[in-house]
């Protein structure tokens, strides 16, 4: 089956430090690839996707790249800011436009980022 | 424009009851999926519906039911509720059931 494992936290940093949150996957097909951030009380956002190998996502200065040789998905940022706290998921989907799977995601990552 | 709404925000029951919530996706999207976040876990994937049939189902019960509206908005229910149940309800939209999902801000439901 399909599964999502992410490096367990907290991870308490210090502003303008910088961050890595490790992902990596099991997958029975071609996925693609999301990292999904959760703010307190709220739901799910997209933070930026990759749906093909050596893929690089982007956004809000955070960076992901589609490592198919080492089926991984590490999240990046070079400098992260006390806005940046929140916990952070990745997730995969095997196939697209009407797909019997939904995304399967890893237990989520609560990132701290201290002033 | 309006995102992906859920209602009600927050529920209480108790066990053995009956619970109803409800979603309504972006206008112009036409799939919808559920999912269960139990506290300290990642979201798991219970449905998916587009053009009102089902695609999807997940690892849930049969307790678990839902279905999907002329209108794209869609209905999770869940009978003979138990402790476990305990959960925050999101319910994702998306154009087709691609791979661009967006969610709601959940339904916090508590079981007593």
């Known amino acids: 089956g399909n599964s999502v494992t992410q490096m367990e936290g907290p991870v308490t940093l210090s502003e303008e430090a910088f961050l890595t949150i490790n992902c990596t996957y099991t997958a029975t097909g071609y996925p693609s690839l999301f990292w999904y951030v959760q703010y307190p009380g709220e739901g799910l956002q997209l933070l930026l996707k990759?749906?093909?190998?050596?893929d690089k996502g982007s956004n809000k200065g955070f960076e992901a790249t589609y490592r198919k040789e080492t089926t991984s998905f590490h999240l990046e940022k070079g400098s992260v800011q006390v806005s940046d706290s929140a916990v952070y998921f990745c997730?995969?989907?095997?196939?697209?436009?009407?797909?019997?799977?939904?995304?399967?995601f890893g237990k989520g990552t609560h990132l701290i980022i201290q002033p | 424009d309006a995102g992906v709404t859920q209602s009600p925000t927050h529920l209480i029951k108790t066990r053995g009851q009956h619970v109803t919530l409800r979603c309504s996706p972006i206008s112009g999207h036409k799939s919808v999926s559920w999912y269960q976040q139990v506290l300290g876990q990642g979201p798991q994937f219970i449905f998916q519906y587009y053009e009102k049939e089902e695609r999807g189902r997940g690892n849930f019960p049969d307790r678990f039911s839902a279905r999907q509206f002329p209108n794209y908005s869609s209905e999770l229910n869940v009978n003979a509720l138990l402790l476990g149940d305990s959960a925050l309800y999101l319910c994702?939209?998306?154009?087709?059931?691609?791979?661009?999902?967006?969610f709601g801000a959940g339904t916090r439901l508590s079981v007593l």
């Open positions: 994702a939209s998306s154009l087709d059931g691609g791979n661009i999902q967006y």
């Open positions: 990759a749906t093909k190998a050596d």
């Open positions: 997730a995969l989907k095997v196939g697209s436009g009407g797909g019997a799977d939904g995304l399967t």
